[in-house]
């Protein structure tokens, strides 16, 4: 089966401006997390969705970052104005019914 | 918040020798997963040990769970080095009966298997 797609693969950017991820997640697979990685440290969860709806975003900056699901499927992540603490890989994740979590390679997000 | 935590933060190894990675939390789980990470890529899942398990095999892995101390061990026997890696522990716990599970992530042991 495909794995979980990602892109951009890496990203730069000024802080104060705008950035989108984009996710692909596993065909069937109803829940969809993003997770935030700094370097060094384990994945942090962001947002966590159950086919279009939101499970968990308590750890999400609402602020800056907004995610959606709208079709239940392909996800978007974005941050807007970014700050140089947002410099980490974005991972995606998806999860089928009883199944461990599948990641895609992130996005590594550089903030100057 | 970090759930888990992993210990050591870092390993350097032989080949041929064996690695134990621990990992403690906090809180009661559902079960309790292992990640591997290579360098610039996802997480990859290794094994899954549930709450009422406590002790799990799979290949040249062994997991062990113990739920009175909230803490697990990853060993790896007979190391390559291609087991290089970054290993994450994960606790699973739910959130409601229609939702997935969360999954909370440690901060992971860097291992390296020296050829």
């Known amino acids: 089966e495909a794995g979980v797609a990602q892109s951009p693969r890496y990203k730069i950017i000024e802080k104060r401006q705008s950035v989108a991820f984009w996710c692909n997640p596993i065909?069937?697979?109803?829940?969809l997390y993003w997770y935030q990685q700094i370097l060094g440290q384990g994945p942090k969860l962001l947002i966590q969705?159950?086919?279009?709806?939101?499970?968990?975003d308590s750890q999400l900056p609402k602020d800056r970052f907004s995610a959606e699901r709208l079709k239940g499927v392909d996800s978007t992540l974005k941050i807007q104005p970014a700050k140089l603490e947002d410099s980490a890989v974005y991972l995606c994740?998806?999860?089928?019914?009883?199944?461990?979590?599948?990641f895609g390679n992130g996005t590594r997000l550089t903030v100057t | 918040s970090q759930q888990g935590e992993e210990d050591p933060q870092a390993l350097s190894i032989q080949e041929g020798e064996n690695a134990t990675m621990n990992c403690s939390y906090k809180?009661?789980?559902?079960?309790l997963q292992w990640y591997r990470q290579n360098s610039g890529r996802g997480l990859v899942h290794l094994i899954l040990?549930?709450?009422?398990?406590r002790e799990k095999h799979s290949g040249r892995l062994r997991v062990t769970l113990d739920t009175s101390k909230k803490s697990s061990s990853l060993l790896i026997t007979a190391s390559r080095a291609a087991d290089t890696a970054s290993y994450f522990c994960?606790?699973?716990?739910?959130?409601?009966?229609?939702?997935?599970?969360?999954?909370?992530f440690g901060g992971g042991t860097r291992l390296m298997v020296k050829p």
């Open positions: 969705f159950q086919n279009n709806g939101v499970v968990d």
């Open positions: 040990i549930r709450s009422n398990e």
């Open positions: 994960a606790t699973d716990k739910s959130v409601n009966n229609n939702a997935g599970n969360m999954l909370t």
């Open positions: 809180t009661s789980i559902n079960n």
């Open positions: 994740a998806s999860r089928g019914q009883n199944s461990p979590l599948h």
């Open positions: 065909s069937g697979h109803a829940t």
